[in-house]
């Protein structure tokens, strides 16, 4: 959940629940390190970690996936613990000086054997999300798990070159393009041993908007928290549709919450407001490592 949205109250809520309500179970065999979370690095898995548990270290060395905005950050992390599986792993990157960095560093010390590639694709521009795609069925005619992790977080009023509102235009629509121009290889991918998986990085910032579906560019109306909530609540949708349309055909959506950690997604919100927040939630927030084991956990798992 990002911090931003969440009040002192709730945050004492949320500790309870977990502090009283979870028990592992071969369902969810991490309750336990939830019971009582200690912040940062505490005995909450990783996402390595998962990989690890699963036994899949080079045992996906058959898959290829896709994964956005893996420069930095969360992206960086689910590429990492990705490529541990042996799968080929496509990172969808803007700068690829920057992204170059990562893989070489992702190349060095993972314990993947598979390939590990950059896909250059701009975000705010329809002609140049719909060329990345191109571009990734050039290289490959496999997609297994596509992970649409990229996003923007409440700037200022902005537009991408289509005109729409920025959060709503990097957000939704430059992932909900490449989904469907990438959805026959999903399909002919999907298998019985393991389904495809379309994977919507989302936020609990969605609980405080729906969708102006008359005003999706927030025209005379825009609120930063308001555009951001909007667009997660649509990647919501957009997962639930896809399990509805093509799950009995071998393509899952699901939709995750990563989970809260202080990152440069919230370099436009107020800093004396973050700070604060972060004194408040310091036992539930998480590192790039544990925030990004809950979307490689939907990556490799069974559906």
Not at 226 to 234: D, F, L, R, V
Request: aromatic content about 8%; charged content about 20%; proline content about 4%.
């Amino acid at each position: 959940m990002s911090f931003y949205y969440l009040t002192s109250t709730y945050i004492i809520e949320v500790i309870d629940t977990i502090s009283t309500t979870a028990v592992s179970s071969p369902l969810d065999p991490y309750a336990a390190a939830h019971l009582r979370p200690q912040g940062e690095g505490d005995a909450r898995p990783t996402a390595l970690q998962i990989i690890h548990d699963e036994g899949l270290v080079n045992k996906m060395t058959d898959k290829v996936m896709f994964i956005t905005g893996a420069s930095s950050g969360l992206g960086a992390e689910t590429a990492r613990a990705l490529h541990a599986t042996g799968a080929h792993i496509f990172m969808q990157v803007r700068d690829l000086k920057k992204g170059q960095e990562v893989l070489e560093e992702i190349r060095a010390s993972s314990e993947g054997k598979g390939e590990i590639e950059l896909l250059f694709m701009e975000l705010d521009s329809r002609d140049l999300v719909r060329e990345g795609a191109s571009e990734f069925l050039k290289r490959t005619k496999k997609l297994n798990v596509l992970v649409c992790n990229a996003g923007i977080r409440n700037p200022p009023e902005g537009r991408t070159k289509d005109g729409f509102e920025i959060q709503w235009g990097t957000n939704h629509i430059s992932h909900f393009i490449p989904f469907n121009l990438l959805l026959p290889t999903l399909l002919s991918s999907s298998t019985p041993s393991f389904n495809s998986h379309v994977i919507m990085v989302s936020s609990g910032a969605h609980r405080t908007s729906n969708i102006y579906f008359d005003n999706v560019n927030l025209e005379g109306i825009y609120d930063p928290k308001i555009g951001y909530a909007q667009s997660k609540t649509a990647n919501i949708l957009v997962a639930n549709q896809i399990e509805r349309l093509y799950g009995n055909k071998g393509v899952h959506g699901l939709s995750v919450h990563p989970g809260s950690i202080p990152s440069k997604t919230q370099r436009y919100d107020d800093p004396k407001q973050l700070k604060e927040l972060k004194k408040l939630m310091k036992d539930i927030l998480k590192n790039y490592a544990q925030v990004a084991a809950t979307q490689v956990w939907a990556a490799v798992g069974n559906v």
